[in-house]
């Protein structure tokens, strides 16, 4: 269990996490996400005892970084910098990494099995792909065998195959009980692997939610009309009594799927269609428009905002 | 520990693309927080020694800088032995190990090369991180780092100094030069040995304070040269103390203090370099521990 409480990081006039307050629990993946420069990595470095916070707390199980006897076994992390020497080979990163923390040396030659580098072991980081920089990363991280697991961007650099092992290797690891702790800026991959969700922009708490909440507010359907009689159409629907947005390239969103209904309306009426359709928002603009309305708010005003509760400002569309 | 040994699942599942949740005990079957078979250690100074002595040999960065090392003092001593024997019948009288000087002096470019990069060079590529969250004593981290290093550099020139001692004092034999004492034995290999690791973890603290390779050799190669290149130019009868100074305080020159040669009479003698040396490095390590403690990583 990791614990924030009003965590803070400020590089002199700019905020770079903004008084976060989140938990992420144990048995279940839990997905940290915002836009690039929102603050995710400060606030994993933070965790980390990397950087220290300016205010604020953050525990783990109850206790700071720094006092951990045993880190490696406690939390294993995987940072957005590779963080290893290119002189080094893939085995001595490991052992160093294990002597430190007392862990046996066989699990070194374990993990190098799990993450599919024991044929490389012995060369050098340096002429490591980006995926494989990135398996050593993750190598080096469950190298304790922690309940905990933190990583930033896992899925960076990695192939498809990759890519899917790294989520079910995620998925497996909570599945175990573990606390897995995991950054990105894709929300679609975000909707592969997490169970819960923190979303962060601007370094400001954004939404702290589980993951099939999050669908179930923004798997938004809506038709989407368009017509050359636009004045006519809107006439139409607003005296049937329904709502239309209009949407930036001349077409009209109605909320909820009444594709059939608009249909026959516009026929009742003679009204010439030339799209009628129904549509699905997508998690990713649904988080594009979260995190979008935050930088907003930020640039016109700068009075501390109250927190937004989770769904008021997004759902209007 | 009485956990019993660990089954380690990963062993079953040698090809990275087999699922992982099948290597794992079955899924679901504990939520209130993972338990490791790998028993629990309270970390302490000696397995962070044993890390940075593996980090430290396993970069070729190392062995280059020794290699070097070893080929200057020793080539360089023996080519000066060579050259004294083959050309100079009388000594007249000085301690053969005094020319083992030369080499070492060029040979402790190496050495503070060494001790920058063991802490510097984790800034560059982003290890110190890796190193950190293994290890978040920073102070212990620097420690063990201090500890590795100043071992390992006063073991090699150590052998290298007694090495290049014993073959000067073999080549001059019959040329009338001095037969050395055990003090000047003592101070030719212990004492100039002691002097170059400490030198070395000076560099090591500049590093670490720096955080930038080249930039930590580059102060530490003006300090060991410019005060003696400075001093040489120093023409002005006014300035004559600072002259002086600047010679007898001189890093080469309180090497060669070790050899009991001197620029000038006054100024350090005996063991003097050692302790101004000791003194400079508890310094500069007392500096790196702070800000350590105080900057982000």
Known sequence: ?317 | MSTPPPPMPQTAAPDWQAAPGAAYPAPGSTHSGYHSPIPVVRTHLGHAIASEWTKIKSVRSTMWTLGVFVLLVVGIGLLTGLVVSGSDPDAGGESPLSLGFFGLLLGGMCVITLGVLTTASEYGTGMIRTTMVACPSRGRVLAAKAVVFFLLAFVVTLVCATLIGFLHVALLEGHNAKEPSGEEWLKGTVGISLYLALLGTLSLAVGSIIRHSAGAITIMIGAVLAPLVIALFMFSSSLQDVQQALFEYSIPNQMSIFYANSLSESGPSGWDPLWIMLVATAAALGGAFALLEKRDV
């Open chain 1, 1 to 317: 269990m990791i614990e924030l409480e009003g965590l803070t990081k400020r590089y002199g006039e700019k905020v770079a996490v903004d008084r976060l307050t989140f938990t992420v629990r144990p048995g279940i993946v839990t997905g940290f996400l915002g836009p690039n420069g929102a603050g995710k990595s400060t606030t994993m470095r933070m965790i980390l005892g990397l950087d220290r916070p300016t205010a604020g707390d953050v525990r783990i199980d109850g206790t700071h970084y720094d006092r951990l006897k045993d880190p490696l076994t406690y939390i294993g992390a995987l940072l957005e910098a590779k963080g290893v020497h290119p002189g080094r080979s893939a085995y001595h990163h490991l052992l160093c990494l294990a002597q430190s923390n007392k862990i046996p040396r066989r699990r070194v030659h374990e993990v190098l099995d799990t993450v599919g580098l024991t044929a490389v072991a012995r060369k050098k980081a340096k002429g490591f792909s980006l995926g494989m920089g990135q398996r050593l990363g993750i190598a080096a991280a469950l190298l304790g065998d922690p309940r905990i697991l933190m990583f930033d961007e896992p899925v960076n650099g990695l192939d498809p195959e990759g890519i899917h092992w790294i989520r079910t290797l995620m998925k497996s690891l909570a599945a175990q009980g573990r606390t897995v702790f995991v950054s990105s800026h894709l929300m679609s991959e975000m909707a592969l692997t997490a169970d819960h969700l923190v979303v962060i922009g601007q370094g400001r708490l954004l939404a702290d939610t589980s993951m099939a909440e999050f669908i179930e507010h923004n798997s938004r359907s809506y038709v989407r009309v368009r017509s050359p009689q636009r004045e006519r159409l809107l006439d139409v629907l607003h005296q049937a009594g329904i709502t239309a947005v209009e949407n930036g390239n001349g077409s009209l969103e109605v909320d909820g799927s009444k594709a059939e209904y608009i249909g026959e309306l516009a026929a009742r009426n003679q009204l010439v269609l030339h799209e009628l359709s129904s549509q699905q928002a997508s998690l990713e603009e649904a988080f594009m428009r979260l995190t979008a309305e935050s930088v907003e708010y930020h640039a016109h005003s700068g009075a501390p905002e109250p927190r937004q509760q989770w769904g008021d400002d997004w759902r209007r569309g």
